[in-house]
């Protein structure tokens, strides 16, 4: 069984960073595995085995993730080793990134400590039901880490990858999934 935790970091050489950023981090870890995972076992199903998998995926819950794992144990045998390997090969890339992972993290100004932080009550985001005039984004040059991001997207089938600003400034990776047909916006780190 993988381990996405602090142990992880720290034989990755980032066992340095700041909680927010490990946290980060090990999202970022866990969706770039799932992700190319994903890619790499739908790659090796047919159309009829693509169907009937994204049936227990889409379903969700644990009685049909339990399901999503006999079925990959009857129809794929070899999806533990695809894991593995793509779990290793991440590892590499990470762990080779990491120099320059700290480098940032500490250039980066300090995080205030919890008690200097207000208390904020947050919402959870909804997304606008109805909007008065769509959101404008200008397509801008990616840094070389955005690039690796943006080349992480394209490997794994994504299209229309880009880095963009909206209006207030913020910068943005714009993709489109491969078997979505609208754009998303999501914002890197």
């Given at each position: 069984?993988?381990?996405?935790?602090?142990?992880?970091?720290?034989?990755?050489?980032?066992?340095?960073?700041?909680?927010?950023?490990?946290?980060?981090?090990?999202?970022?870890?866990?969706?770039?595995?799932?992700?190319?995972?994903?890619?790499?076992?739908?790659?090796?199903?047919?159309?009829?085995?693509?169907?009937?998998?994204?049936?227990?995926?889409?379903?969700?819950?644990?009685?049909?993730?339990?399901?999503a794992l006999q079925w990959l144990e009857a129809n794929l045998p070899n999806y533990k080793q695809?894991?593995?390997?793509?779990?290793?090969?991440?590892?590499?890339?990470?762990?080779?990134?990491?120099?320059?992972?700290?480098?940032?993290?500490?250039?980066?100004?300090?995080?205030a400590q919890p008690q200097d932080v207000p208390q904020v009550t947050t919402q959870p985001y909804?997304?606008?039901?109805?909007?008065?005039?769509?959101?404008?984004?200008?397509?801008?040059?990616?840094?070389?880490?955005?690039?690796?991001?943006?080349?992480?997207?394209?490997?794994?089938?994504?299209?229309?990858?880009?880095?963009?600003?909206?209006?207030?400034g913020q910068r943005l990776l714009r993709s489109r999934a491969p078997l979505d047909s609208d754009?998303?916006?999501?914002?890197?780190?």
């Amino acid at each position: 069984m993988l381990k996405l935790d602090n142990n992880l970091l720290q034989e990755l050489g980032l066992g340095g960073l700041p909680e927010d950023q490990k946290k980060a981090m090990l999202q970022h870890i866990y969706e770039t595995l799932e992700l190319r995972v994903g890619t790499q076992l739908a790659n090796q199903m047919t159309d009829k085995q693509l169907e009937e998998f994204e049936r227990f995926i889409d379903a969700g819950g644990d009685q049909n993730q339990a399901q999503a794992l006999q079925w990959l144990e009857a129809n794929l045998p070899n999806y533990k080793q695809v894991v593995n390997d793509v779990f290793e090969a991440l590892k590499g890339e990470v762990g080779a990134m990491a120099p320059q992972i700290m480098a940032t993290a500490q250039q980066q100004p300090a995080i205030a400590q919890p008690q200097d932080v207000p208390q904020v009550t947050t919402q959870p985001y909804q997304q606008p039901q109805a909007m008065t005039s769509a959101p404008v984004y200008n397509v801008v040059e990616a840094s070389p880490e955005e690039q690796k991001t943006i080349q992480l997207y394209v490997d794994n089938g994504y299209k229309d990858v880009a880095m963009v600003v909206d209006t207030a400034g913020q910068r943005l990776l714009r993709s489109r999934a491969p078997l979505d047909s609208d754009l998303t916006y999501k914002p890197l780190g």
